[in-house]
């Protein structure tokens, strides 16, 4: 958690130990019990988490029904591939379009929306691609999914490498988490992404300033989806295959307790943190027991009762109170936001 | 032999063992038999085989799911007992594949690469069965498709690596419709849940209500999570088919049937329905709403000779299980672990390959698989050639649990879904990664 | 014409069914702007309950047992729509005493919670009842079907449908006619001032969440010889809750009702004639509706806006 003087900044040193620890997981992730494709899971995840964020934690827009978005990119991926051309950048611009053709959609009817309201429009958008997702089988193969995607080589002009082996792709979408967490930190601290940060903390505020609130938010929208599909087709490429159910309302609410979990609303890095503790969390406990959803539930209730500021505010709060030695620290929701 | 992040210390590999063998007892599903409770004949320094199980244990088919996980436990119990296979102890790691594709797909990966599975075993639903088939292929891991009955599973989508126990949509319809168009009636009316499955198997209900003769008057299309079939019901009333054939799968064809029997739709007088496969655990918690016609593969009282000696060997193996007798889904399980082990030591290899060829085609005697007809495996579709049984709720039940009334057997060849084998393209065995355990 | 009156008839009654299922939802969400989203995992317990007061396993002595499955069928089942609604209401004061500590936050953490605990309450009921399905024994005066206009009708459906009618009411007598309503609504809009006439506050919340909770479980009851009982059914009831609410509004007792009626008649009409779309229909009318209605039919203003 770097301080804000590093936010104007392209890259912060915390991203770089992020890059660099991510970049050595193939090498060790075998012998602490885990395994390469949860690692590539983890990345993919992160980047949809990171792109809700823009929405839920900057914006401050509950959105419920992301997993539309995050299917919409996995189906597009597929389709792209079959349909257009079997070309990595091809297919990846086509999944980041289908979300952002989808987020504009969406982001037209419920751009003027906020609170509940914007949530439970999410949930009926949401519903509405799922079930066009299952009934439209002739496109998207319905409940059987849209099989045999492939993982397509990176081609670089100069030289084309093969990421059909877990370990390839995982450094694949490792580049494609640092440029994105570059994109979305640009994004977060640069005007356009404090206007954003006001509108959470006062639309009318905002409002009267000067700005179009509404434009802003439907940008908000549109971005978030597009990077959200661009995760979706990442995790098509992972999964070889597109399924309906990542676009069901229990999937698209992994994504918002994720985010809320590792502290989306008061750190950068908070969706992230999330996404690793949740996926290796469920992985471990599922491994050992069928019961799973018992103890990983009852951690969770545990989590937002004690630490309702999520792992990234719990880590905060430790590193105030180092700093501060004995001054007791200050609410942490008055702090501004930071890496 | 193909490796994939092997664990270099390996420590957790018991831990993970010995948990899920600890929460499957504290859940109740049955007593606990760890294979290291039989006397330990297995061959010295031979490394155990072991089967990655990918049963459902949440969600819409958790209850099946872990139906066919009892039986699979005890096959491997039994062949533990009498000293493996090719003298291997038989391990097994199991986790909740959660009905869902991704949970299927990631499950898959983690047995495969980081619990070294050469075999996985076990699906109920077609989307589950296929994300876990992709991760197979891509490593030549074995898959038995144990449950799923989608006419898709054998054809468009089928893969040598997997290999398809149960029956499907269109042989059930088979065995019933053209009895049904000749001594019911003509005039049919489909009612279809909106997705893949019922699709198919309601096109080849069409396909044969026309080749008989008959006629669709109309096909009300359910979305999938419908619980509440009042408007349909009503529909019907007033259409007046003579015969409705459903494709209603799931918790929608739970809550279908108690809607029918509430309303006594099923009497004399009323259309006559043709339902597809009833799987037992889901008659077992409602076998009073049981209505019409409808398909099964086994039954735990058919009167052949091995059934009771099987019943008997299921009970006693699963003595506080919620169900008390063995159904088609528990059966499928069961035959389908059995038979690859057979593979494996008629193979005399653990290699893929050679089990593959070992399962292609092989034929199973009526009396082993305890049906009226001998089976085999279709070399060309994956799909094991069944006899198909049409049963009804039983009026004169003998016992609590004797709820169907079996009222036919066909033969595989007169059920066989003709339309598989050209939808149906597996790739040559040496294209599929060679994979040893 | 004469066709489609069946289906306007059965459509009321599935809305009265949905209203049923929204009230517990509607009360917490507009009285204490608290997101529940164990309401589906209420509404299933609310059902096992039941199902363990009217099964033939009562958890009870032997002898008290015996001579509880002696009372005849009727009562146990009369005794069970209280007692199981009751049991329901002790898990919600356990849940309510959690979420005190999220109150005075982000809204987003009491949702948090209500995940948390949905997930829990749904694998304890796995773990009590088993993965199996489990039918509610009725008695037999309510099942059945008669036969009106020449269709069959299903008996049980048209008594849910009076149950809950009846609820409705009691609910809105409640919460228009009685003191007590009074203070839950004032203390919805201005906790301040609610301190201030010397109500306890945390006292009024606990009572409405376990108001809420028993009313999920009381629909859970009532609907389970419709729908069956599984350990994830709860997801059949959140869903058309939530639905029903946006389109309702936010706050408004009667716009849950209507908003109810309404998605019922599009989903029971919709089944008869564009069967494929029935499901579909309820959230095309949603996006219809709030697309010209920002805070639904009768929406007010509410602190979860912002």
């Known amino acids: 958690m770097t301080g804000t003087a590093s936010d104007a900044r392209l890259i912060t040193p915390t991203m770089l130990g992020a890059w660099l620890v991510l970049a050595t997981v193939p090498l060790w992730i075998s012998t602490i019990g885990l395994y390469p494709y949860i690692g590539v899971e983890i990345l993919i995840w992160s980047i949809y988490a990171l792109a809700f964020n823009l929405l839920l934690g900057t914006s401050g827009l509950p959105s419920f029904g992301h997993g539309a978005f995050f299917g919409i990119g996995a189906y597009a991926f597929g389709l792209t591939q079959f349909n257009v051309a079997a070309n990595l950048w091809v297919a990846l611009a086509g999944a980041m379009l289908a979300g952002a053709l989808a987020g504009l959609l969406v982001g037209l009817f419920i751009a003027h929306r906020r609170g509940i309201y914007f949530a439970l429009l999410t949930i009926a958008f949401g519903q509405i691609f799922w079930t066009i997702s299952v009934k439209w089988h002739s496109v998207t193969g319905g409940e059987d999914g849209l099989l045999n995607i492939v993982r397509l080589p990176v081609n670089l002009g100069i030289a084309s490498f093969d990421i059909t082996d877990n370990e390839r792709l995982y450094y694949f979408v490792l580049a494609a988490f640092a440029v994105v967490v570059v994109l979305m930190w640009r994004l977060v601290n640069s005007p356009y992404g404090r206007i954003l940060s006001a509108i959470r903390q006062s639309e009318v505020r905002t409002a009267h300033l000067g700005y179009n609130v509404w434009a802003y938010k439907l940008s908000a929208i549109v971005i978030s989806a597009a990077f959200s599909g661009l995760a979706g087709g990442l995790f098509a490429m992972a999964q070889r295959s597109a399924f309906p159910d990542v676009m069901n309302l229990a999937q698209s609410g992994l994504v918002v307790m994720m985010t809320l979990v590792g502290g989306g609303l008061v750190s950068f890095w908070g969706p992230v943190i999330g996404v690793i503790v949740f996926l290796i969390a469920r992985d471990v406990i599922g491994a050992m027991t069928t019961g799973w959803m018992l103890y990983f539930g009852t951690m969770f209730v545990l989590l937002v009762l004690f630490r309702p500021e999520g792992i990234a505010g719990g880590f905060k709060l430790l590193v105030e109170r180092w700093k501060a030695r004995g001054t007791a620290p200050e609410a942490l929701s008055s702090e501004p936001r930071s890496g | ?82 000293g493996g296979v090719l003298g291997r102890k038989i391990e097994w790691v199991t ?343 | 014409m004469f066709d489609l009156l069946p289906h306007l008839l059965n459509g009321l009654v599935l809305g009265l069914l949905l209203a049923l299922i929204a009230l517990g939802f509607m009360l917490i969400i507009g009285l204490m702007e608290q997101i529940n989203l164990a309401h589906g995992s209420l509404f299933a317990l609310g059902a096992y309950f039941a199902l363990m007061l009217t099964g033939p396993k009562p958890p009870l002595p032997p002898d008290a047992a015996a001579f509880w499955l002696q009372i005849p069928l009727g009562w146990r089942y009369a005794l069970a729509l209280v007692i199981a609604p009751c049991l329901a209401g002790i898990v919600g004061i356990a849940v309510e005493v959690c979420m005190r500590r999220t109150y005075g936050k982000d809204p987003l953490y009491g949702l948090l919670l209500t995940f948390g605990v949905a997930l829990v309450l749904e694998e304890l009921i796995r773990l009590t009842w088993g993965t199996r399905d489990h039918v509610l024994p009725v008695p037999s005066g309510m099942s059945g079907a008669f036969i009106f206009q020449d269709l069959i009708w299903s008996t049980y459906r048209f008594y849910a449908a009076g149950m809950a009618a009846i609820v409705i009411g009691l609910v809105w007598l409640l919460i228009e006619k009685t003191p007590y309503g009074a203070m839950i609504k004032a203390g919805a809009h201005d906790s301040e001032m609610v301190r201030a006439l010397g109500v306890n506050l945390s006292k009024l919340r606990l009572g409405v969440f376990v108001l809420g909770t028993m009313l999920a479980a009381f629909a859970g009851i009532i609907v389970a010889p419709i729908w069956g009982i599984r350990p994830h059914m709860g997801v059949d009831a959140v869903v058309p809750a939530f639905l029903i609410i946006v389109l309702g509004g936010v706050g408004s007792f009667w716009g849950a009702v209507i908003a109810s009626l309404l998605v019922g008649l599009a989903v029971g009409v919709s089944g008869a004639y564009a069967s494929e779309w029935s499901l579909l229909s309820m959230y095309l009318l949603l996006v219809a509706i709030v697309s010209f209605r920002a805070r639904g039919l009768f929406g007010k203003k509410s602190m979860l806006e912002v």
């Open chain 2, 1 to 82: 032999m193909k490796k994939h992040g092997k664990p270099a210390l390996g420590v957790p590999r018991r831990t993970i063992l010995k948990g899920s063998l600890m929460t499957a007892s504290l859940a109740g599903v049955g007593a606990f038999y760890g294979p290291w409770h039989h006397n330990r004949a297995f061959a010295q320094g031979k490394k155990p085989i072991k089967l990655g199980l990918t049963n459902d244990s949440s969600g819409q088919f958790g209850n099946s799911g872990q139906d066919e996980h009892r039986a699979i436990r005890m096959v491997i119990d039994e062949w533990n007992a009498k």
């Open chain 2, 95 to 437: 986790a909740d594949t959660e009905s869902s594709p991704a949970a299927g797909t990631r499950v898959a990966e983690r047995f495969i690469t980081r619990e070294d599975c050469p075999i996985l075993i076990g699906a109920l639903h077609s989307g589950v069965a296929n994300a876990i088939t992709q991760v197979a292929n891509k490593y030549g891991t074995i898959f038995l498709n144990t449950n799923s009955s989608a006419p898709s599973e054998a054809g468009e989508n089928c893969s040598r690596i997997k290999f398809v126990w149960d029956g499907n949509g269109t042989n059930f319809s088979k065995a019933a419709v053209a009895n049904a168009v000749k001594t019911i009636g003509k005039n049919w009316l489909l009612l279809t849940n909106d997705y893949v499955w019922g699709h198919s198997t309601a096109a080849a209900t069409k396909a044969l209500i026309e080749a008989n003769g008959g006629k669709i008057i109309d096909n009300l299309l359910v979305p999938q999570n419908t619980r509440d079939f009042t408007s349909y019901l009503l529909k019907i009333q007033q259409i007046k088919p003579q015969v409705i054939g459903t494709a209603i799968a799931g918790d929608d064809n739970k809550a279908l049937r108690e809607q029918i029997t509430q309303l006594k739709l099923d009497r004399p007088g009323g259309p006559a329905w043709i339902n597809n496969q009833q799987d037992w655990p889901d008659v077992w918690g409602s076998p009073q709403s049981l209505f019409g016609v409808f398909g099964t593969s086994w039954y735990h009282k058919l009167n052949l000779p091995g059934v009771p000696e099987f019943v008997k060997k299921w009970q006693d193996a699963n003595k506080d299980g919620p169900i008390p007798v063995p159904g088609n889904v528990s059966y499928n399980g069961y035959m389908a672990t059995q038979e690859l082990f057979r593979a494996i030591e008629r193979a005399g290899s653990t290699n893929n390959i050679a089990i593959i060829k070992a399962l292609e085609g092989h034929k199973m005697s009526a009396k082993d698989r305890m049906q009226h007809f001998d089976a085999y495996i279709d070399p060309d579709t994956h799909q094991v050639q069944q006899t198909i049984y049409l049963a009804r709720k039983n009026e004169k039940p003998v016992d609590n649990t004797d709820h169907f009334e079996i009222l036919s057997w066909t033969e595989p060849k007169d059920v066989m879904d003709d339309a598989a084998p050209t939808k149906c393209k597996l790739v040559p065995h040496d294209k599929v990664p060679s994979v040893d355990a």
